[in-house]
């Protein structure tokens, strides 16, 4: 008798302030991540349309073109993609069969991430 075991990767991810960039803290790609603001203002769905593999990155300055942005609900391009100045946002990954994952950004007037906890 065979057993084969195998482990999912997981969502854990990191923000990159510096370059304004969520990476995939391993090289499963990001497929889909959610973003809401703790003022309950607004909400932002990131999902990957493509057939390819996505990347293992979200860039927040320029949204890659295989990625669909939601806000709340609404389809936008990916260059009307800003967070909210002065503002406290959880972002959250999950999917496949690895719990969720998130994380709490925090942005500075000009909706930049600035702190990460």
């Not at 973003?35 to 890659?64: C, H, M, R, T």
């Not at 999950?94 to 925090?106: I, K, Q, Y």
């Amino acid at each position: 008798m065979l057993l084969f075991l195998t482990s999912c990767l997981s969502n854990k991810f990191h923000f990159d302030v510096q370059h304004q960039v969520l990476r995939s803290d391993n090289t499963k790609g990001i497929s889909a991540v959610y973003l809401k603001n703790d003022a309950g203002q607004e909400e932002f769905s990131i999902s990957w349309e493509s057939l390819e593999e996505p990347p293992a990155y979200v860039d927040f300055k320029a949204i890659q073109p295989s990625y669909r942005v939601e806000k709340n609900g609404k389809p936008i391009a990916q260059r009307l993609f800003k967070l909210s100045p002065g503002s406290t946002y959880t972002i959250e990954r999950a999917g496949g069969d690895a719990g969720a994952f998130s994380l709490r950004v925090s942005t500075d007037m000009k909706g930049n991430v600035i702190t990460v906890r």
